[in-house]
């Protein structure tokens, strides 16, 4: 049972806007920065957004971040196939002294 | 190029340890932290704990204190993750993460390959 809470799944057709939520406390998302990473198949994540909204050098911008409250968003914009991936969203938890994270939404490119 | 490389994979049986090494290169080693994190195949991300490689300080999730160990060498940029009596539910894939850089102090911005630990009688 994860902390942050994600869809098991999303899926969209190229081209399509794709948006993936995070669900958190007061504790977590509520008053910490937000971060995404991505993950391939078979391969170790990578960091794609920073707090809240920013991008490492690298990652496209149709890739974008936002928050509100204590929940958070990944939106994906001008879908393109490699995008199929899994995708965390993590947040330090100030009760529990760490990063938590979400439990992966599998994003499906029909 | 900056990147972290660990040990290979491993079979322990239930009751015993495993040490898991994530070798730095690339960068100022003593300059970020070096977080653990583990994955059971085909399930989520769980954080083991985060030490430090400038002065060896550590938090571990609280889960695993008793029972994990993080170290720096900071003469071979080497950090190092050693876990103790080894359950099958210990059986995941763990990687260690670069952490403290530009991107923040809670964003991993540079992953190891992953290092396979499999427990099993």
């Known amino acids: 049972q994860s902390v942050l809470t994600q869809p098991p799944s999303a899926s969209g057709t190229p081209g399509q806007r794709v948006t993936i939520s995070c669900s958190g406390s007061?504790?977590?998302?509520?008053?910490?920065?937000v971060t995404w990473y991505q993950q391939l198949p078979g391969t170790a994540p990578k960091l794609l957004i920073y707090s809240y909204n920013q991008r490492p050098s690298g990652v496209p911008d149709r890739f974008s971040g936002s928050k509100s409250g204590t929940s958070a968003s990944l939106a994906i914009s001008g879908l393109q196939s490699e995008d199929e991936a899994n995708y965390y969203c993590a947040a330090w938890d100030d009760s529990l002294h760490g990063p938590v994270f979400g439990g992966g939404t599998k994003l499906t490119v029909l | 190029q900056v990147q972290l490389v660990q040990s290979g994979a491993e079979v322990k049986k239930p009751g015993a340890s495993v040490k898991v090494s994530c070798k730095a290169s690339?960068?100022?080693?003593?300059?970020?932290?070096i977080s653990w994190v583990r994955q059971v195949p085909g399930q989520g991300l769980e954080w083991m704990g985060w030490n430090s490689a400038y002065n060896g300080n550590t938090i571990y999730a609280q889960k695993f204190q008793g029972r994990v160990t993080m170290t720096t060498d900071t003469s071979t940029s080497t950090a190092y993750m050693d876990l103790r009596s080894l359950r099958s539910d210990d059986t995941a894939i763990y990687y260690c993460?670069?952490?403290?850089?530009?991107?923040?102090?809670?964003?991993?911005?540079?992953w190891g390959q992953g290092t396979m630990v499999t427990v099993s009688s």
């Open positions: 993460a670069r952490v403290g850089g530009i991107y923040g102090a809670d964003a991993f911005d540079i």
């Open positions: 007061s504790s977590n998302i509520g008053s910490n920065t």
């Open positions: 690339g960068y100022t080693f003593n300059n970020y932290g």
